[in-house]
């Protein structure tokens, strides 16, 4: 078995992965991002020690949001914790007595895929991330495609309406300023405030939150106007996954995140949308991917 961890901006998740992929000893514990560099340092070493008392293992792997020096085991710049310049790698392995590895965390979740998800049936094959933003990334072959610079895959920065809304990457019109969860919020808050008699706009004032789960709660109660924020939301995504499906023609496309726990009602309404809905398939990995992928550093170095 191998440990991996999955560093996100608010939890870190971490297991022991077997060689078929199985995760066993699943744990989810705060990152304390809110607290610093050296607190979110500490959480990740307790998250390790936890694991290293159910087996003694050869290596860590650390998938981690954002630009990271693989060969170093350097975290270079992460929007989402507050460790940039950090030589992670290094610091743990000084901390546990193990060797360290570090991965982009969706590199990390699309070589979890290729072991253990989607690559057991497919060679070529895209996995399309929805979450705060839109991720994802590119298997070809049965291994990762990265582009001259490792940054191939960013498939939510792909503009899919001209002089539309502007992005944090400097763009305009980009696919996950549509088809994030992040939008879907948006799209909720504004369809509550344009029918304050809709029953989605008095859960909102009842409960005074807004999250992905918002529409689909009222919708499935029998709310029309969450109803159709979910039918633009689905057709905001497909329009992205009909381009993807047009440029690589995978034999599949694998969707991934929290979001895709609404499970098949959702994907079908995706899939009224897809020029080719036989395409579009949901992870199988329950959210795992990434440490599974991250279990496997040590193994593939
Ligand atoms: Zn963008």
């Given at each position: 078995m191998r440990?991996?961890?999955?560093?996100?901006?608010?939890?870190?998740?971490?297991?022991?992965?077997?060689?078929?992929?199985?995760?066993?000893?699943?744990?989810?514990?705060?990152?304390?991002?809110?607290?610093?560099?050296?607190?979110?340092?500490?959480?990740?070493?307790?998250?390790?020690?936890?694991?290293?008392?159910?087996?003694?293992?050869?290596?860590?792997?650390?998938?981690i949001p954002g630009f990271v020096d693989v060969e170093n085991g350097i975290l270079v710049r992460s929007a989402n914790?507050?460790?940039?310049?950090?030589?992670?790698?290094?610091?743990?392995?000084?901390?546990?007595g193990k060797a360290v590895y570090l991965e982009n965390d969706a590199n990390c979740a699309l070589a979890g895929e290729i072991f253990a998800g989607c690559g057991r049936e497919a060679s070529d094959f895209l996995m399309v991330t929805v979450?705060?933003?839109?991720?994802?990334?590119?298997?070809?072959?049965?291994?990762?495609?990265?582009?001259?610079?490792?940054?191939?895959?960013?498939?939510?920065?792909?503009?899919?309406v001209m002089h539309g809304r502007p992005c944090p990457c400097t763009r305009i019109g980009c696919w996950e300023q549509y088809a994030s969860v992040t939008a879907l919020c948006r799209m909720t808050k504004e369809a509550a405030d344009e029918f304050p008699d809709s029953l989605l706009a008095q859960n909102i004032r009842e409960t005074g939150v807004v999250n992905g789960r918002t529409a689909f709660e009222a919708a499935k109660n029998g709310c029309a106007t969450a109803g159709t924020v979910l039918e633009h939301y689905s057709e905001n995504l497909a329009v992205g996954l009909n381009s993807l499906i047009t440029i690589f023609r995978p034999e599949r496309i694998v969707l991934a995140g929290a979001i895709f726990k609404e499970g098949l009602p959702f994907l079908?309404?995706?899939?009224?949308?897809?020029?080719?809905?036989?395409?579009?398939?949901?992870?199988?990995?329950?959210?795992?991917?990434?440490?599974?992928?991250?279990?496997?550093?040590?193994?593939?170095?």
């Open positions: 440990l991996g961890i999955d560093l996100g901006g608010t939890a870190i998740k971490s297991g022991m992965v077997d060689e078929t992929g199985q995760v066993h000893f699943a744990e989810t514990t705060s990152t304390n991002t809110a607290s610093g560099r050296e607190a979110v340092l500490d959480a990740l070493t307790e998250a390790c020690k936890s694991q290293l008392k159910h087996e003694d293992v050869p290596s860590i792997g650390i998938g914790l507050p460790l940039d310049d950090t030589p992670i790698a290094e610091i743990l392995s000084k901390r546990l979450g705060t933003g839109v991720g994802g990334g590119i298997c070809l072959n049965k291994k990762i495609y990265r582009g001259v610079d490792g940054r191939a895959g960013e498939f939510g920065h792909m503009t899919v079908q309404r995706i899939q009224k949308y897809c020029l080719e809905p036989q395409y579009l398939m949901l992870s199988t990995l329950n959210g795992q991917a990434g440490l599974i992928g991250a279990a496997l550093l040590g193994a593939t170095r």
